[in-house]
């Protein structure tokens, strides 16, 4: 029986981390727009997948940290940390000033550059990096940064808006390469293909951290940010239609979060300009809606695959 249930855990991918980050992501913007109920849910079932990750670290450390040398599976690990980021968020309504849940946080932003670290050291430095090697899942890496200045208003402030700037840095010099990767390069195994979903991410998430953590807002950085993040957007949601015939990869998890930081950011801008929220508003209904069907069907078909694997 012991060995089953190891053997379950090495089944799980890490790369449902993502789907863990959606999830919780999507609740505390649900809990946002009122919808505290159905928010709450999302939460805990992210909070359920998370344990399932937690005995996976605990009780198959060394197959784990196999998996790692996986430059893919590398780069998207550190989903890990912001999914903890955001459920801290959660937690803290549970928990109102928990010197544990902080403890918590600031231990995932420690583990996330770590992680960070450890990608650069076994993946980056020790080879010719070569477009081949560049996937989507880069900007997971680097620009995931960006989770922390949107979860830090609850905890530290201060340490959002230092870590704000590397984050925008790092999606500046990374879109063009990404870019070229994806539309030029190509040469992307089908079960890598839904990482493409990734594109969409780490601009809305820079707009929303940028909402969040500053006070005095650059009008024109605002709107270019936000111009950029949504033709993105739309690009990526007319890519992701016919993705959703691929065969199920773990990397479905990459159609989750992208789409929900992008209806934050829509509902964030909506919030602090509110002479535009009769455009902005409708907007981000829309974009939540999309989020919310997105992240429910790759919720089906994560549970059905460790179903089969159970």
Known sequence: MKQLFLNFLKKIPIPICGLILGMVSLGNLLYSKGFAFLGNCFDLVGLFFMFLIMLKLIFTIRHLLEALKDPIIGSVSPTFTMAWMVICVFLNRIFPHSS???????????????????????????????????????????????????????????IGRIVLWPAVLFYLILLPIITHRIFIFKKMHESTLPLITILTAPGSLCLAAYLTVTENKSNLFVFC??????????????????????????????????????ATAVHLLAQSYPSFSALLTPLSLIELVIAFLAVTYVLIRYSYFLVKKA
Request: hydrophobic share 65%; net charge positive.
């Open 225 to 262: 940010l936000f111009l950029l993040s949504q033709l993105i957007y739309l690009a990526t949601v007319l890519l992701v239609i016919p993705l959703l015939r691929l065969p199920f990869y773990p990397s479905y998890a990459a159609f989750t979060f992208p789409l929900v930081i992008s």
């Open 100 to 158: 544990l849940v902080y403890f918590i946080w600031l231990l995932a932003i420690f583990l996330h550059f770590l992680l960070m670290a450890y990608f650069i050291a076994l993946h980056i430095l020790p080879q010719k990096v070569g477009m081949i090697h560049v996937y989507p899942s880069w900007f997971i890496t680097f620009v995931g940064l960006g989770v922390i200045p949107n979860t830090a208003t609850v905890f530290n402030v201060e």
